[in-house]
């Protein structure tokens, strides 16, 4: 199911700005490095992230292979996660490997594919509080 997209970009809160300007409901409490805006209750959302940050959480964005937007996939559990990946990406399959699954400083499982004309492609299961990184900066991302 689409859960979100996010565009990566220079300035989360000049982006924020932006896209309040258009008449989304972008929250007063834009973030540095992140921003979620809701565009439907409980559906899709419009995230903004810093390159910084992004860098956290897609390792492709540390080897200069990032793409500015990603298309995020709600999975319904932790390992679903994982099989998806490893179904996508092995033998005979389109998606190419861009980010190995990993246990995120958020408290989700997530990973990125990209789709045969390179499009980025997350796959985050449901969030757990209990899982979330007690500190920041958080580790990064495994890389390939």
Known sequence: MLQQVTLVVGSTEASAAFYRELGLAVPGDVHEVHAEI??????VSLELDH?????????SWRSG??????IGLRVPTRDAVDELYAKVTGAGHLGEAV??????FWGGRYAIVADPDGNQVGLMSPIDPDRRAAEWPPDPSPAL
Not at 51 to 59: K, M, P, T
């Open 65 to 70: 292979g990032g793409t500015n937007v990603i």
């Open 38 to 43: 809701p565009v439907a209750a409980d559906a």
């Open 51 to 59: 390159a910084d940050s992004a860098r956290l959480w897609n390792a």
């Open 99 to 104: 980010q190995p699954p990993f246990d995120a």
